[in-house]
């Protein structure tokens, strides 16, 4: 079973590295050691904090840092003929997304299909192995040295034993020879009396 978990490990492992490759296509997925380290020192974006409503707005925090809105660039130059011009430009620049990596998606899918498969026919062992004991969970039959199995012991006729005659069946005595309990007759308050006591 511990094999089983490391598999299973190893391929979401897998499987998340051919994500990352589907997501950020032609990027590298490491990055650079200097990049990297400056992760942990950027700075939080600038109306990470504050209120929208309290801060002026501006086109920076607005659009260039983030995704915005035809209504956020509206607030940033409120005039209608600028928000168009600077809206054309801005579309323009974000319609060149990258196209999906077929290659890295066929893998992904080939990664989920590998598992089910393989978590289907471990599903299906343990199944059938479930109920079967240690020694294999057959019947133990003795086998001769030549693979045949022993001979009976106790030779088997065709003919099923006969049924015992009368006279047989009166003289045998069994369990079933006592005489039946005294009948009270529904009265439970006495106990019946015997000859004995008139």
């Excluded at 011009?85 to 196209?99: C, G, I, N, R, T």
């Excluded at 057959?138 to 099923?160: C, F, I, K, T, Y």
Aim: glycine share 8%; aromatic share 10%; with cysteine.
């Amino acid at each position: 079973m511990l094999g089983f978990s490391v598999i299973c490990f190893s391929l979401i492992s897998l499987l998340h590295l051919v994500w990352g490759r589907v997501i950020y296509n032609r990027n590298d997925v490491f990055l650079e050691e200097k990049s990297a380290g400056s992760f942990l020192s950027r700075k939080l974006l600038y109306n990470s904090w504050d209120f929208e409503l309290v801060v002026p707005d501006n086109l920076q925090r607005e659009c260039m840092e983030e995704i915005c809105s035809y209504e956020e660039a509206r607030e940033v130059f409120e005039d209608d003929i600028q928000t168009a011009k600077f809206w054309e430009d801005y579309v323009s620049s974000h319609e060149s997304s990258p196209p999906v990596d077929v290659s890295g998606l066929v893998a992904g899918i080939v990664a989920i299909v590998v598992t089910a498969i393989i978590a289907t026919v471990l599903g299906i062992y343990c199944y059938k192995n479930r109920g079967k004991n240690s020694r294999g969970g057959s019947v133990p039959v003795r086998m001769g040295v030549d693979g045949q199995p022993h001979p009976e012991s106790v030779p088997l006729s065709n003919r099923a034993p006969g049924l015992p005659s009368y006279n047989e069946a009166l003289a045998h005595s069994g369990q079933h020879d006592a005489p039946p309990p005294p009948y009270s007759g529904g009265n439970s308050t006495e106990p019946p009396q015997t000859q004995e006591e008139e």
